[in-house]
């Protein structure tokens, strides 16, 4: 099944990580991303710099906005990303696993609104935030993507999730955009 929606979560790492993957993905990229990289209050120029490292437009994430393709969505700091059928919203709700945004917020958020249509895609990290999520997502009929934790920065999110028994496919950093890209054309 060809996914409706991609969901990415990174934290200690992140940056490289998801310059990699998003860098090498086309500009016609057609299912929309939604990400959520940890990071502080006070770091505003994120979506700016991802801007200039991948061809498809990145903006940061607005309470309601639509959820069209191609685009990347990005958390902004201090607050959870969650999806609903064909929107985003933002949540100040308390920080899960210590972070605000959450990865599990989203991924959790995604799996209820579009069930089997979700692809995630869990990434470097050094706490356990995602493998809820990922959990959750394989349980509505989804696939979800581990970073093979000897590719990542930061190995314990990744390896976390797969010893909880979350992960559908463990792929090396240098593998996962073949992996979308093949996958949005099923």
Sequence with gaps: ?????????????????????????PAIFSIPIVAVQHRSRDSELFATVM????????????DKEELTAP?????????????????????????????????????ESAADAYGPGVLGVLLTGA???????CARIRAAGGVAIVQDPRTAESPEMP?????????????ALAEIAGELVHRSQG
């Design 51 to 62: 801007r200039g490292l991948v061809a498809l437009p990145v903006r940061e994430a607005e």
């Design 159 to 171: 390896s976390a999730a797969i010893a909880s028994g979350a992960a559908d496919r463990v792929l």
């Design 1 to 25: 099944m060809r996914p409706h929606v991609v969901v990415m979560g990174t934290s200690a790492g992140g940056l490289r990580a998801l310059e990699r993957i998003l860098g090498g993905l």
């Design 71 to 107: 685009g990347i969505y990005l958390a902004p700091p201090d607050y959870h990303l969650l999806l609903e059928p064909g929107r985003l919203a933002l949540s100040t709700d308390e920080p899960v696993s210590f972070s605000r945004p959450s990865i599990d917020v989203l991924f």
């Design 127 to 133: 706490n356990h935030d995602g493998s809820r999520g």
